[in-house]
């Protein structure tokens, strides 16, 4: 049985004009316009466009809203106040991943806090269910935002004179994950910079019907600066140099916060949350295997799935690998042994029968410079 795709706003734009789109997670999306390494590069010397309206957006607002979402993600949210963003993780009773979030804190109508989350395409109807599970009495309201809207985000070194273009308030007083709102020729339109490249980055959040409007102002905008689309295969480059985890990789539910590197996203103190206790056990025990960074010397391509060995033995699984157009060389990302995480270890990986020689080396391979 054939199963009709989702699509985003910006659809036949990316139709009409060379992108060669894909089934990602149902929605029908571009993974490149031209060549990966083209896209990757223009994201590290100029500035690219992305559309990422696959995103699930979730509006959780009510009298009730902050003290919900404190006992139900691992970052503290009762004192966020608007416009601040947190990284966040969605985690089910064992401690295991169910996403890896942002949480928008924004002005309700009330004195009410309220919060947008944005969640992974493919985990948008997961959260929302784990959501409206856990609600119970609360005055609570979770509302999929996902199709009224779309999302672009603007990614590299000329990101912030790029969207600067179209957007009245001064950008570079926006700090880190801060988000503010502002209106777009009469609509409104929410404004963050976060990133998921490893460069500095400007997301926006528009209505549906704005969005082809939205992408036009914003390439138009760009010229100068030498702007392209760019798809989802450049994005995982991307975010892969940038150590970056990425949820059915680096996250699932067999994978927890502390062994996956991110234990500055739970905090465990004088809270409560799915998973918490678990957390706490193992927060203070130690993870028996660690996420790291792996570099290869030949030029065949580590590939999900693939064994790590220490000499003979396999010790591992490589999560996420690609060929660097940075680095020009091989890398990867996996799970090994806490005593094998050492930068500088000497590991082998199994590429389909050969074994090739890696290196374990500090995550994020590639990091942005802020001059």
Request: glycine share 8%.
């Amino acid at each position: 049985m054939t199963t009709t795709l989702l699509q985003t706003p910006l659809f036949s734009w990316h139709d009409a004009h060379g992108g060669s789109l894909v089934d990602f997670a149902g929605w029908s999306m571009p993974v490149k316009y031209t060549s990966i390494v083209d896209e990757h590069q223009a994201t590290r010397e100029r500035v690219t466009l992305f559309d990422v309206s696959h995103m699930g957006r979730l509006l959780v607002d009510g009298r009730d809203a902050a003290l919900f979402l404190e006992r139900m993600v691992t970052r503290r949210v009762k004192d966020m106040q608007p416009g601040r963003i947190r990284y966040s993780l969605v985690t089910d009773q064992s401690g295991g991943v169910l996403d890896d979030i942002l949480v928008y804190c924004i002005d309700s109508e009330g004195s009410d806090l309220a919060f947008q989350l944005v969640v992974n395409a493919s985990n948008r109807e997961k959260i929302k269910s784990w959501l409206d599970l856990h609600v119970e009495k609360q005055q609570v309201s979770i509302v999929d935002l996902t199709f009224e809207t779309s999302m672009i985000a603007v990614q590299g070194p000329r990101a912030l004179l790029t969207a600067q273009a179209i957007i009245s308030e001064p950008l570079e007083s926006l700090g880190y994950y801060r988000s503010l709102v502002t209106n777009l020729d009469g609509t409104e339109a929410t404004v963050s910079r976060t990133g998921y490249t490893g460069e500095d980055g400007i997301e926006l959040i528009v209505a549906a019907d704005k969005a082809l409007e939205t992408w036009d102002r914003l390439l138009k905008a760009g010229q100068s600066y030498e702007v392209i689309p760019a798809g989802l295969a450049a994005r995982d480059t991307l975010r892969l140099e940038a150590g970056m985890p990425l949820y059915g990789h680096e996250l699932d539910e067999q994978i927890d916060p502390i062994e996956a590197g991110l234990k500055f996203a739970v905090d465990l103190e004088e809270r409560e949350f799915p998973g918490s206790q678990v957390l706490v056990a193992r927060s203070a025990g130690g993870a028996s295997r660690k996420r790291v960074g792996l570099r290869l010397f030949g030029r065949r391509i580590p590939r999900e799935g693939y064994p790590i060995l220490d000499t003979s033995e396999i010790v591992g699984i490589v999560t996420s690998g690609t060929f660097s157009p940075t680095f020009e060389c091989p890398i990867a990302m996996g799970f090994v042994p806490h005593e094998l995480a050492e930068p500088g270890t000497a590991l082998s990986i199994d590429i389909r029968g050969k074994l090739e020689n890696a290196e374990v080396t500090a995550l994020p391979f590639y990091k942005r410079s802020k001059t």
